[in-house]
């Protein structure tokens, strides 16, 4: 059984027992968190696709931690201008394990 949904503008996968990391949530460590917006369930070689979500069904999962990515670095530059600009960026995370998902 997996769940695709849609939180912080990405799409995710999601297995009962997994642990995935999702844009940052205001949440806390070990919270209940929801998500509604469903795009499409599997269970048992049958497959719900929602237009654009399945009414009624949930992804429902536990805050592990907060965190943030590794680095990367952004360089800008123009090449015979004398222009270059470094900047470094960590996104931030919740990583949230998944504890059930409802269909309705």
Same mark, same amino acid.
């Given at each position: ?61 536990? $805050? /592990?931690?907060?965190? #943030?990515? @590794? *680095?990367? $670095? /952004?360089?800008?530059? #123009?090449? @015979? *201008? ?7 960026? @960590? ?14």
């Amino acid at each position: 059984m997996y769940a695709i949904f849609r939180t912080g503008g990405k799409q995710f996968r999601a297995e009962p027992g997994a642990t995935i990391r999702i844009p940052a949530l205001h949440a806390e460590v070990g919270g209940t968190v929801t998500f509604d917006e469903v795009l499409l369930a599997a269970t048992d070689g049958s497959v719900r696709v929602g237009t654009p979500t399945i009414p009624g069904a949930q992804v429902v999962g536990r $805050v /592990v931690e907060h965190g #943030k990515e @590794r *680095k990367i $670095v /952004v360089f800008k530059w #123009k090449r @015979r *201008k004398n222009y270059r600009r470094k900047q470094g960026h @960590r996104q931030k995370y919740t990583a949230v394990r998944i504890d059930e998902i409802r269909l309705g």
